[in-house]
T-cell receptor, first 114, second 113 residues
């Protein structure tokens, strides 16, 4: 079945607060993970990625944490801004089955309250 | 380079007609992927190419779906005898390799009436 899922369909946060979006995956052979942001009517936009040999990676205002023990991925957005409103997807890569494409979860809709 | 380009942005077609979508990847990317996204869901992987070779096509949804990348640059996705269930966003992505630079286009929104 689907190996990547997000627990909360909607997350509402106050502007300026930090946001944490979680993702669980089930394929322990996955070796690469990406977070995407998707605004209405647009394609997914790359935010940050992490390989399975790392447990943390930081970008500008974003941090991805990977816990391989419990197969959990999270995206932290610092000082959330109105422009952060979007659907966020985690995606995993596993070339073991030969497909070499990404498997996406269903997404979390991040809503920023003024 | 302006990223991954897809054409058309929107397509409305009658059931039973054939449609073809085009994707122009980032020029230095040798991998090209097609995904389908339905409302409220994440993108679903369909197929991918490395240069002109189609390395995975078992995920294509039916034999009505086919993709080509004849010269290793742009790609086309064709759906024959469209059905209402084919209505979705069709996304193209390209990457430098399996672990770097996955970039999506804005997609083609298909509506089958």
């Amino acid at each position: 079945g689907e190996s990547v899922g997000l627990h909360l369909p909607t997350l509402s946060v106050q502007e300026g607060d930090n946001s944490i979006i979680n993702c669980a995956y089930s394929n322990s052979a996955s070796d690469y993970f990406i977070w995407y942001k998707q605004e209405s009517g647009k394609g997914p936009q790359f935010i940050i990625d992490i390989r399975s040999n790392m447990d943390k990676r930081q970008g500008q205002r974003v941090t991805v944490l990977l816990n391989k023990t419990v197969k959990h991925l999270s995206l932290q957005i610092a000082a959330t801004q109105p422009g952060d409103s979007a659907v966020y997807f985690c995606a995993e890569h596993n070339s073991g089955g030969g497909a070499d494409g990404l498997t996406f979860g269903k997404g979390t809709h991040l809503i920023i309250q003024p | 380079d302006t990223g991954v380009s897809q054409d058309p942005r929107h397509k409305i077609t009658k059931r039973g007609q054939n449609v073809t979508f085009r994707c122009d990847p980032i020029s230095e990317h040798n991998r090209l992927y097609w995904y389908r996204q339905t409302l409220g869901q994440g993108p679903e992987f369909l197929t991918y190419f490395q240069n002109e070779a189609q390395l995975e096509k078992s995920r294509l949804l039916s034999d009505r779906f086919s993709a080509e990348r004849p010269k290793g640059s742009f790609s086309t996705l064709e759906i024959q005898r469209t059905e209402q269930g084919d209505s979705a966003m069709y996304l193209c992505a390209s990457s430098l390799d399996a672990y770097y630079g996955y970039t999506f286009g804005s997609g083609t929104r298909l509506t089958v009436v």
